[in-house]
């Protein structure tokens, strides 16, 4: 942490330790003159300019799909009070500023970052560093919260993820654990990363000990196919029990997820795991490794579900699955998760850093959803946001 914080001081302080404004922000210069820069900003070099504005790929299928960028506030240029701007995915937290004169929407704009990934250990979360920044880091990690935290700059850490803004009207279930299709659901790429083999070997445990599980797998192809899943799970003699679903829309997988007693989640490290919370809408409980690097375990206690260390798994499904009346996930869930009680969150932190600057705050932030792109809540925001879309044009580099 040391040697991390020595960096953010070179690049980000004055020589009496004092945070520089972001135009003076020397890792933000550096990364401007990389190939490494010039390369994320050609992606949209050919795309018009709606689609940049919005980092969004051209793709004609939902009309009310934003980019890698959404407003959820406009800036008001008679009083000053500023604007909101939601960047997601970890990739798009350097093609931003590769794109964007950030030094000039600085005094705009408030920043959200949602990043995809774990490990936020990078200097390159030191662009956004600088005196005249509104900057929010959503950190579910407990260590990635820490490290923004500790750092004593902009950077405000709050413990929301890409996870906590599903949809509650598109995942839920009305069926009561003992009417559900499938004992146990898992929703993951097809990657060795996701550690199928670590479900279906204790699947043939259970087996030979006179426990058939169904199981339901939702995935797409990673560095995986189907076929090689498919092979695992015959190799250990539990393919009949398994039935795959490859690349099905949100609606299909609220139906299956909220047709299964048990979400189990494999993987050992991943960043911000939405499967897991769309599990919790649709009243579903969780098992997740005790020890994973991204996903926030605090959370999974009690009604929620249960963690399991390297060698638990088979005891962690049957405690679930034998004790469905222990757990009310989506009761949790309306309690402190989805994209009404994150925005209300999230409203609430950033009041308070414009307050703190002695600008007004007038208007709430408007509500977007995970969907699993980004989409407002309420369609008529798609218009009411259009103008401002427009207006970052000029902030174009």
Request: charged share 30%; aromatic share 10%.
């Amino acid at each position: 942490m040391r040697g991390v914080r020595a960096e953010l001081d070179w690049g980000c302080r004055d020589t009496g330790g004092r945070l520089v404004n972001v135009s003076s922000n020397q890792w933000l210069a550096e990364f401007l003159r990389t190939r490494e820069a010039d390369t994320l900003r050609s992606r949209f070099d050919s795309w018009g300019d709606h689609h940049r504005v919005r980092m969004r790929e051209p793709n004609d299928e939902n009309p009310q799909r934003q980019g890698d960028l959404i407003l959820l506030k406009r800036y008001n240029r008679a009083t000053g009070e500023k604007g909101v701007i939601v960047l997601k995915y970890t990739e798009s937290l350097w093609r931003f500023p590769a794109m964007f004169r950030l030094e000039a929407l600085a005094s705009r704009y408030a920043f959200v970052l949602e990043p995809s990934s774990w490990g936020y250990e990078d200097p390159r979360f030191f662009l956004y560093v600088g005196s005249d920044m509104d900057v929010v880091v959503q950190s579910p990690w407990p260590r990635d919260h820490e490290f923004i935290t500790q750092l004593h700059s902009n950077l405000l850490s709050v413990r929301i993820g890409a996870g906590d803004w599903v949809d509650p009207k598109t995942f839920s279930s009305n069926k009561a654990p003992r009417d559900r299709r499938f004992d146990v659901v898992a929703v993951s790429a097809w990657s060795a990363l996701k550690r199928h083999e670590d479900l279906f070997r204790v699947a043939a445990q259970l087996k030979a000990a006179g426990r058939e599980l169904q199981i339901a797998l939702i995935g797409y192809p990673l560095d995986w196919t189907q076929e090689r899943v498919r092979q695992l799970a015959r190799t250990y003699g539990i393919e009949r029990q398994c039935t795959i679903y490859e690349q099905v829309p949100q609606s299909v997988v609220a139906e299956i997820v909220g047709d299964s007693r048990l979400y189990v989640l494999m993987s050992r490290r991943e960043g911000a795991n939405k499967a897991l919370y769309e599990a919790l809408w649709c009243d579903t409980p969780v098992a997740v490794y005790d020890a994973h690097r991204g996903v926030n375990t605090d959370i999974v206690r009690g009604e929620v579900g249960t963690l399991y260390d390297a060698h638990g798994l088979a005891a962690a499904i049957a405690r679930v699955l034998d004790n469905p009346d222990r757990f009310a996930p989506r009761r949790w869930a309306e309690q402190n998760t989805g994209y009404a009680n994150s925005t209300a969150a999230l409203n609430v932190t950033l009041k308070r850093l414009t307050e703190a600057r002695g600008l007004p705050w007038t208007e709430d932030i408007a509500e977007k959803i995970n969907a699993p792109e980004m989409i407002y809540a309420k369609p008529l925001d798609v218009e009411r946001f259009g103008v401002e879309y427009e207006s970052l044009r000029e902030f174009l580099r």
